[in-house]
């Protein structure tokens, strides 16, 4: 069992910055996979960034590459995304997500936060 908290979303200007975190609890945190996700209301959950148990390797949806950067520190149980040059159109509830397997892939997450606001003015 983990258990996922979000923190770190607000308001922000357009071109402006946030770093999320997702804290877990439990003692084999490095053992899983952590995504973040975002979704906003009358849209599909969308697919923001992964990273493996080790750290080693990250994948980010299209929309993300480049100014979005997901990291962990598993001394911590913290996942970190840190996004960039925000857009207005990355308002949303962005979800962290664990996956019992130290690789990813973009479904098949078995535990979810509650989830943090993003909301990115024009």
């Known amino acids: 069992q983990v258990h996922l908290v979000e923190s770190g979303g607000g308001l922000v200007q357009a071109g402006g910055s946030l770093r999320l975190s997702c804290e877990a609890s439990g003692r084999t945190f490095s053992s899983y996979c952590i995504g973040w996700f975002r979704q906003t209301p009358g849209k599909e959950r969308e697919f923001v960034a992964a990273i493996t148990g080790s750290g080693s390797g990250t994948d980010y949806g299209d929309s993300m590459e480049g100014r979005f950067t997901i990291s962990r520190d598993n001394a911590k149980n913290t996942v970190y995304l840190q996004t960039n040059s925000l857009k207005p159109e990355d308002t949303a509830v962005y979800y962290c997500?664990?996956?019992?397997?130290?690789?990813?892939?973009?479904?098949?997450?078995?535990?979810w936060g509650q989830g943090t606001q993003v909301t990115v003015s024009s």
């Open positions: 997500a664990a996956r019992p397997r130290a690789f990813c892939t973009r479904n098949a997450y078995t535990y």
